[in-house]
């Protein structure tokens, strides 16, 4: 197989490694903000202080407990799902060659949805959710690209269309599902715009794994991404086996994507602003798209779910209506530059 070509980017090496640190250094910040704020303030020393002290295996007491069994957990869960929000964005946008593209846009988040819906109206309880949340991402999955193949092809735009049909169809079901359950409806809205006031660790562990081989063989294919920017015709004449490279990076994203809705609800905007932001300041060489775009989409998320429990005290927002608040503006803003 020929070598693969890899975009020009207008960075350095130099420059792209002081803008990664210093988005490292904002994520540091980030997560001493996010856990030291709170009903109970702490301040950064003790923060650390609480992290090391629990790290050593001592007892917990004082604020330690708060940390390590409250906000420890739902930041950490925060920035594991906006990793794989954002490490699929960008593998999404990058497989279709569409800005535009997002993780859900195979009907994931319909298809999570629906077996949120489903396990909330059959009153199976909170355990439940997440297995039947993600079965139902990853069948809506399957059917779109059972339904989009022409033998041994797979079309971007057959794909695209076949995920907003099997989309539509399986919101119909929820929405089905909850005339009939009209007293559970608050909590299926509480799923559908995303929330990680529940995170624990047990979660974390459960989700590590979806994430870990999504995201990590994602990075694995990034110079293949970057051959299939030239298009199929260049792709394919380089070596580049194109369906079999699709299909794979559809289902390893849909897989964060899956995961991620399953223990965090559906969060927009994350994986569709995230990509483009990154791709703005480090160039378009997926081999630092991707990486860089799942670390800026777990800070993005943690500062949302910090806004969200904050802005309103006592009550909280669902985190996905601060990604949306926050999210929807500056992408019509990257809109309005496009068309300059």
């Known amino acids: 197989m020929k070598s693969l070509a890899v975009p020009r980017t207008h960075l350095s090496p130099s420059r792209a490694l002081y803008k990664t640190a210093l988005l490292l250094a904002l994520t540091v910040c ?3 903000l996010a856990v030291g704020l709170g009903s109970v303030p702490i301040s950064p020393s003790e923060t650390v202080r609480a992290v090391l002290h629990g790290l050593s295996g001592a007892p917990l007491e004082g ?3 708060i940390i390590w069994q409250l906000r420890l957990p739902r930041v950490a869960l925060g920035l594991l799902v906006g990793a794989a929000l954002g490490v699929s964005g960008a593998a999404f946008q990058g497989v279709f060659r569409n800005p535009l593209a997002d993780p859900y846009l195979m009907g994931v988040a319909s298809g999570a949805g629906l ?5 909330i109206s059959l009153g199976l309880g909170a355990l439940w959710l997440p297995p039947l949340a993600l079965l139902g991402a990853l069948l809506s999955v399957a059917v779109a690209l059972a339904i989009a193949r022409e033998g041994t092809r797979l079309p971007p735009a057959r794909l695209i269309l076949a995920g907003v049909v099997v989309g539509s ?3 119909s079901f929820s929405t089905y599902l909850l005339l009939q359950n009209e007293d559970r409806t608050r909590q299926v809205f509480a799923f559908t ?3 990680l006031a529940f995170a624990g660790w047990p979660q974390l562990a459960r989700l590590l794994p979806y994430v870990l081989i999504g995201g990590g063989a994602l990075l694995l294919l990034a110079r293949a991404l970057n051959t299939l920017q030239l298009g199929d015709l260049t792709a394919r004449s380089l070596g580049l086996p194109v369906e079999r490279l699709r299909l794979l990076v ?3 994203a849909s897989l964060c994507t899956a995961g991620a809705v399953s ?3 559906i969060i927009g905007f994350v994986g569709l602003v995230t990509p483009h932001l990154v791709r703005r300041l480090w160039g378009a060489d997926f081999r630092l798209l991707l990486p860089v775009s799942a670390l800026a989409g777990g800070t993005l998320l943690v500062l949302s779910d910090l806004l969200a429990r904050t802005l309103t005290r006592p009550a909280e927002l669902p985190v996905g209506v601060v990604t949306t608040l926050l999210g929807g503006p500056f992408f019509l803003y990257l809109l309005r ?3 300059a």
């Open 263 to 265: 223990y965090a609800g």
């Open 193 to 195: 715009l995303g929330n």
């Open 63 to 65: 604020n330690d407990v």
């Open 250 to 252: 559809i289902v390893l």
């Open 115 to 119: 077996g949120a819906t489903l396990a």
């Open 30 to 32: 980030t997560v001493l």
């Open 337 to 339: 530059r496009q068309q």
């Open 169 to 171: 169809i399986l919101t």
